[in-house]
């Protein structure tokens, strides 16, 4: 049912493969098998890709009852031995609305879990996955995915912070090219390099050494230095921000440890997806 649900789901017999850790031929023998088992096709292939029969729409509402049932069970045999937790990495802005949607709807499908919370600087973008700290992260991208297993939510538009009374933050609109005299923010050595080098457009910069998202903004008041953030998030009046029309969106992630079978987590994911996406 598992393998049926990612393929019904992706569309896409290589991609299920990826996202349930496996090599495509034994996936696809197994759907033959489930077909085979049934007496109809569940999914009509074609060169253009693959799409859900008749019978394969009515499993799918089916097999995704039995899976929730399944973890349900699993979560009730934690419980018996004791409580269960799951502990999740939020990197940046807690207020975000997507942030909301998914504690609430988790907490309506998990009431009997204990959600530890564990809010990180920008240093890590992984939240402390690697080092066993968190379960699963609510993060940004990019950063490296080595043994890590990444979804994408959201895309996020960039503009840069300014101060309200700086001359460029009357334009509409700016390019890196606007701003690369500037002095910006710049992360401890050590970070993340593909993580610092898009916060920094790019290439390497110069300026204060900052860990946390109010440090940045703080900088950006106190120096006049250049901030980068996404659009949409409340700013102090003191501050501005002009959307840069050549910076690639910021990428809102949920990432876990490769392999990890948790339902707990594969739950998390799957509420995520649907929170975001709304």
Known sequence: MRYFVAVAEELHFGRAATRLHMSQPPLSRAIKQLEAEVGALLFARSPAGVTLTA?????????????????????????????????????????????????????????????????????????????????????????????????????DPVGVVLRADDPLARHDRLRLTDVSERRWFQFPEGTDPLWQAYWNGGRPRKGPVVRAVQECLQAVLWNGTIGLAPLGHDLPAELAVVPLTDMAPSRVVVAWNEGDRNPLIRSFIEIATSAYRT
């Open 55 to 155: 019978v394969g729409r009515v499993l799918l509402d089916e097999a995704r009852a039995l899976l929730d049932h399944a973890d349900r069970v699993r979560l009730r045999v934690s419980a018996a031995a004791g409580v269960a937790t799951l502990t999740v990495g939020i990197l940046g802005d807690g207020t975000d609305p997507g942030v909301a949607r998914l504690a609430a709807a988790y907490r309506r499908r998990h009431p009997g879990v204990d959600i530890r919370i564990r809010d990180t600087d920008l240093t890590d973008p992984t939240c402390g996955l690697r080092a066993g700290l968190v379960d699963v992260a609510l993060t940004r991208a990019p950063f490296d995915e080595t043994a890590l297993t990444v979804r994408m939510l959201r895309a």
